[in-house]
């Protein structure tokens, strides 16, 4: 390897925040928050080939071995052994016999004709969670999910360790659960870190009625702690959060229990939920996150274009304001594209993220969007590679779910396979994008907000009579190219008035790092001046963001001037990792930011701060 990081410094280092530990109730020194040196320049891109995972078995457990790439592949050099054989991985008794069944296996009705439900043909292998169980009409339960966890103990001899952690509660208290499985010393956060392994952190059914995430993550858990993926954990430790909305999987509606879409709520953080698994990524910072979902399979994309969705997967890593290059580039070419591959081998499709809009007048279709709400784009902001996996699946039922299930095995499989082959570049990417984030603090533009790229583009889709490729050509919002709608010279910092509590409380959440002022001094800053005000609901490329109130839409010029920081008031530098994070929140004229939204209650409880702060902090409580 040509070390294209190792070797890399910012031309004056950045003074980075103490750790919180040496902070103490009190700084006594003063704190010089200075971030005045040069961005770090980009270094060359790792050009070698990934690390490959070993190819032979050893006789030891805890020794690496092969997996198959994904579950299911039959491969005559993979050895299981001493690994037993999965039940979850067995094909049907009768899958030599005759062909897979085309259409759901339940007495369903088909959604759409059988012409169509041909193209999505039932995979070799058959997936067994209680809520795939033959005959079976209802998914897992919350209380089957639980209980499925809290049985996955290794197997005897083995040096994978698993604990099962509760995140949070649910708005109706059903406990919020992940399994955390690792070959380090222990499943604690300290052990974790001293693993020297990196992270990764899988998410299903944000949204309530879409099941087969949560299935496969139940599959997923088992071969990380007694299957096929378990040499993974030799590289790399996994947290499986198989329910984030179990109130909504229960009642079988897209949003949780007071009709809020989670996955528009992760800067806001208005739900238990939100808050939960923000926590949970602070605590457990992992290089990288995949959120599984599923996209509406008919519905108005029958109506808008007389098509019915053809891929088995879309996917999309991070497209907002301010992610960085580097991870944009590690989510591309280590994720994207062979988790493309993986699938193609499997004899699955797969396309870029799209939707349409609800209106039925409205016939442009967007990728995923690029404000920053979701937990695609705000983990993204959180320097994670941040990938979104949606299989077809919204308005069918149980229609193909062992083939929806199979596509997200195969997805999330690779995903997990691609950080344990670049542990190594990831980490030394994670570290040149915190050096760098730190060092532009005072330095440059940032940008307040982005928007996607007008374009064409040609769709495939099914005939819903014959089941034949139909193209359809489409007005297309690209969101892979940002347009920069607004920008601002970056600040040192933000202050917050002592009132912006809740602001504050939610900045912590996020795992942002946030100092009160010990005692008052004066701040050389830009004042919002209010120029226009409006309110509007929130929305997203698909309308009305669910559960939304109405957002404040405020137009501001901002105004030099000095200021006094009172003690008790806060402060949000930007020479820190997650720098980026506090502008989508902070800078009051976007959507989705804590003044439009009330976190915040006037244009006075906060300033940009332009001048390197001389004050006392002392850390909030």
Known sequence: MNQPFDALRPSRPAAALPPRALLGPLVLAIAVLAAGCASTPLPPWPANEPTPLPSTAQTRPATPRTVPPPL?????????????????????????????????????????????????????????????????????????ASQWLRSLAPQAGSATKTAVIEWGRSQRGTPLEALVATRGAGTSLQD?????????????????????????????ARELTQGLLEPLLDRINVVVVPRANPDGAEAGTRVTANGTDMNRDHLLLT??????????????????????????????????????????????????????????????????????????????????????????????????????????????????????????GVGIGRTHIQRRVHSQVTALTSALRSTAERSANLEQVRSFVARDTVAQACRGEVAIDAGPTATQR??????????????????????????????????????LSPSATEAVDHLKMLGLQVMRVAEQGSLLADTYRETGRDTAVREDVRGTVAGAADTVRVKVDTVRTAIDAPAGSFYVPLNQ?????????????????????RLIGTLGDTARVMGTPTLVFEEPD
């Open 577 to 597: 990792p997650l720098a980026n994070l506090a502008v989508a929140a902070l800078e009051p004229d976007t959507q989705n930011s804590y003044f439009a939204n």
């Open 72 to 144: 299911g592949t039959t491969r005559a050099e993979v050895v299981t052994t001493p690994i037993a054989t999965s039940p979850l991985l067995q094909p049907p008794a009768d899958a030599a016999a005759a062909p897979p069944a085309p259409a759901a296996t339940t007495g369903d009705p088909l959604p759409y004709s059988a012409a169509v439900a041909a193209r999505f043909p039932d995979p070799a292998v058959r997936y067994d969670t209680p809520g795939l169980a033959e005959g079976r009409r209802a998914f897992t339960t919350n209380a089957e």
């Open 192 to 220: 974790l870190d001293a693993s020297g392994r990196p992270t990764v952190v899988l998410i299903g059914q944000q949204h309530g009625d879409e099941p087969a995430g949560s299935e496969a993550l139940l599959v997923i």
């Open 458 to 495: 040609d769709l495939l889709m099914l005939d819903p009579d014959t089941g034949a490729d139909k193209t359809v050509r489409v007005e297309w919002n690209s969101s892979l190219d940002l347009r920069t709608l607004a920008s601002r010279a970056r600040p040192c910092g933000y202050w």
């Open 271 to 392: 739900t238990p939920e939100a808050q939960g698994l923000a926590r949970l990524v602070r605590d457990y910072r992992p290089i990288a996150i995949v959120d599984a979902h599923e996209y509406t399979v008919t519905g108005r994309f029958l109506e808008k274009f007389g098509g019915i969705q053809r891929y088995d997967a879309l996917l999309q890593y991070a497209t907002t304001a301010n992610v960085p290059e580097f991870l944009t580039k590690a989510s591309r070419e280590w994720y994207h594209q062979p988790m493309v591959a993986a699938l193609q081998g499997q004899g699955l499709t797969s396309e870029w993220y799209y939707t349409t809009s609800t209106d039925p007048a409205d016939r442009r279709v967007s990728m995923g969007g690029t404000r920053p709400d979701t937990g695609r784009n705000v983990n993204g902001l959180k320097n994670a590679v941040s990938l979104l996996v949606e299989t077809r």
